[in-house]
């Protein structure tokens, strides 16, 4: 790997696997070693719904005069295109974030879906459903009552590194999640996955979701409320993922739109 780190923005304010995930990621596609830098210091932004806050670091120009690259980043609701000269956008998470941006972009991804290629494979699967709920609602007796109603599904605790989530991930039968990135690594993995109704997270808590569902083609059902799941696990079927085709695209946009200037020297010339 090269010698300098890859300075990378990352939300940190609390443990978060999906957040961890964009260091294991981007570390993996630059060959680079990563360390956290601040939006006005970093070299690239690239995991997470973290558009909204570079928007505000930047809107007035470039504090420290650099010029981070976007990749494979989202919105988490529309805001002001201001920012985009002082920033390097060179692939955004879906369509939604593309369109607030007045971007013309037409392919999209997020870095979740290299999961698989940038830790491997977990072992063999068994037959558990994971559930992964916001990492603000783990320890909700709700979510406990559901858990002890239906011995067949598996808490997979957000609050941990990417490594120990997606290893638990990777061997799920099924994966419900309101967690984005619990079905991103899921469909980075090709587990069939069901969308949980994500509760008073965020004010517009549902357009993430849409944003990456769009850019990889997947039809995305109405969530599942936490409260059916006993019921709704019983009628659980075997199923493939019919949009298995959008999510190789857009590994293979990720993989095409990473700059070569970041990556390490002995990968910097390869045709990824």
């Known amino acids: 790997m090269s010698a300098t780190p890859l300075k990378l923005y990352w939300w940190k304010d609390e443990p978060n696997f999906g957040d961890d995930l964009s260091r294991e990621v981007v570390s993996f596609v630059s060959g680079r070693e990563v360390s956290w830098a601040p939006k006005d210091a970093a ?4 995991l997470g719904s973290v558009l909204q806050g570079v928007r505000n670091r930047f809107k007035d120009g470039s504090p ?13 609701f529309p805001v002001p295109k201001d920012f985009l000269p002082y920033v390097e956008t060179r692939l955004v998470r879906g369509p939604l974030t593309a369109t607030f941006l007045g971007l013309k972009h037409n392919q999209f991804g997020d870095p979740g879906l290299l999961a698989q290629e940038a830790l491997g494979a977990q072992g063999e699967r068994i037959d558990r459903i994971g559930i992964i709920p916001h990492m603000k609602h783990v320890d909700s007796p709700e979510l406990a009552a559901v858990l002890a109603a239906e011995p067949a599904l598996f808490l997979i605790d957000p609050r941990r590194s990417a490594r120990e989530v997606v290893a638990e991930i990777a061997r799920c039968a099924h994966v419900i999640s309101s967690s984005l990135h619990g079905l991103v690594v899921a469909d980075s993995f090709g587990i069939p996955n069901t969308w949980l109704e994500p509760v008073a997270i965020h004010a517009m808590p549902k357009l993430k979701f849409y944003d990456y569902a769009t850019g990889i083609e997947r039809p995305l059902a109405c969530p599942v409320k936490l409260t059916d799941i006993p019921a709704w696990v019983t009628t659980l079927k075997d199923q493939t993922l019919s949009y298995q085709d959008g999510i190789e695209a857009s590994k293979a946009s990720l993989l095409a739109a990473f700059p070569a200037s970041l990556r390490a020297q002995d990968l910097a010339a390869l045709d990824l």
């Open 43 to 46: 070299d690239m932004v690239a």
């Open 64 to 76: 420290k005069g650099n010029r981070p690259v976007i990749w494979g980043t989202g919105l988490m």
